[in-house]
Every structure is written in C-alpha cells, then in structure tokens.
C-alpha cells in the first residue's frame, strides 16, 4: 500500500521554465488537494479536487494549473517558473474532507 | 492576515512530562479544528481533529481542546516520548470542509 507519492522529490528549474509535479494514490480516495509550504510558513492550498473532473481553486492558484481525468492521479503543472515559485510542495488526499494522507514532497528550486 | 496562529515556534519538554501546544483563531466561522506532525523530510501526518461541537477530544496519548470563546485550541500529549520530536501544525476550516488554513507551526523537542 503505498498511500501518496509525489514524483520528483527535488528539482531545480530556471526561471521562465515550466514543469508538472506527479501526485498519485492507490487508496481510492475521492479528495486530493495540492499545498506549497515556504520555509517558516504553514501549508497554503494552491488547488483541490473533489473527484475525477472537478477542480477547484485554493489560497494561492496563480502560476499552477492542475487537472483530474482519474481518481488516482492530480498532478500539478507550473508554467513560465518563477522564484517565488520556490517552495516545497506536498500533495495529499482523503476519502472525503480534510486531507488525512500526504505525500513525502517535492522541494523545487527555481533559479 | 494570519487568520491560524501558532505563537511559539518551539517547545522543549523533558520526556514523560506533559507538552503543550497552543493555537489561536480569528475567523469565528471556523468550526473544524486538527492537528497536523511532521517530521523533517516527510509529509505531514494527521494527528486528531475536534469540532466546534465539542470542547475536548481524546485519541491515546493526545488530547485536544478547545475554547470557543477565546478561539483557542491547545494539543496536550502526554506523556511526552522522544519519537515526539516534530513540527506541530494547527489547521481549521469551516465546516467538515476542504479549505484548510494552517498555522506555521511549532517545533516540538522531547529530551531524554
């Protein structure tokens, strides 16, 4: 059972670069959600799905988009990186409600 | 606007004594309350969670409570343990909901 996996665990990109951050899970979860958590700082909601199909906006969307075709994958794109964009990004997941599940993370650089 | 807020951002405790962690609210329309741990390196791991409902809930070691009208809630652990040591995140929402605010965060050190 491997619960949430985010691939890849660390990244470096330049500025202007785009990238998408996997997330995927294995326990049927209908809930999966996308946090950025800067140094100091608590988790801040960048975007969330409620099921295959449906997406919706968090705290902090701009520069992301996401989108869920299936109930196991709800990768994460970013577009024309910026350095703000540097942060450690977890992916996370629950069969309904506040996420009980998280990955291990994604540290990305953006230079 | 820090609407979750974690003042301290550490705590040093001797092991099998009790620790204490503490977490304020502005936005009284939050009505579901959790606590988050993490470790370095990982993803967080959730804790226990309460509803505006209760004023107290219990999971083993961990006990949360909370005061509505001071909009206050606090994670008692005891007794505290080594493998205890990680960084503590308070979270609300309104309702059962996915919106989830959290504090920064309070690094916890248990000392043998």
């Known amino acids: 059972n491997a619960g949430v996996t985010q691939t890849p665990k660390f990244r470096i990109l330049k500025i202007g670069q785009s990238m998408t951050l996997q997330c995927t899970q294995d326990m049927n979860h209908n809930y999966m959600y996308w946090y950025r958590q800067d140094p100091g700082m608590g988790l801040k909601l960048i975007y969330y799905s409620v099921g295959a199909g449906i997406t919706d906006k968090g705290e902090v969307p701009n520069g992301y988009n996401v989108s869920r075709s299936t109930t196991e994958d709800f990768p994460l794109r970013l577009e024309l990186a910026a350095p703000s964009q540097t942060s450690v990004y977890f992916c996370?997941?629950?069969?309904?409600?506040?996420?009980?599940?998280f990955g291990s993370g994604t540290r990305l650089t953006v230079v | 606007d820090q609407q979750v807020k974690q003042n301290s951002p550490s705590l040093s405790v001797q092991e099998g004594r009790i620790s204490i962690l503490n977490c304020d609210y502005t936005?009284?329309?939050?009505?579901?309350f959790l606590w988050y741990k993490k470790y370095p390196a990982e993803g967080p791991t959730f804790l226990i969670s309460i509803s505006s409902i209760k004023d107290k809930n219990e999971d083993g070691r961990f006990t949360v409570f909370l005061n509505k009208s001071a909009k206050h809630l606090s994670l008692h652990i005891v007794p505290s343990q080594p493998g205890d040591s990680a960084v503590y995140f308070c979270a609300a929402s309104k309702e059962y909901g996915n919106k989830l605010v959290f504090g920064a965060g309070t690094i916890l050190r248990v000392k043998s």
């Open positions: 996370a997941s629950s069969l309904n409600g506040p996420p009980n599940t």
């Open positions: 936005n009284s329309m939050f009505d579901y």
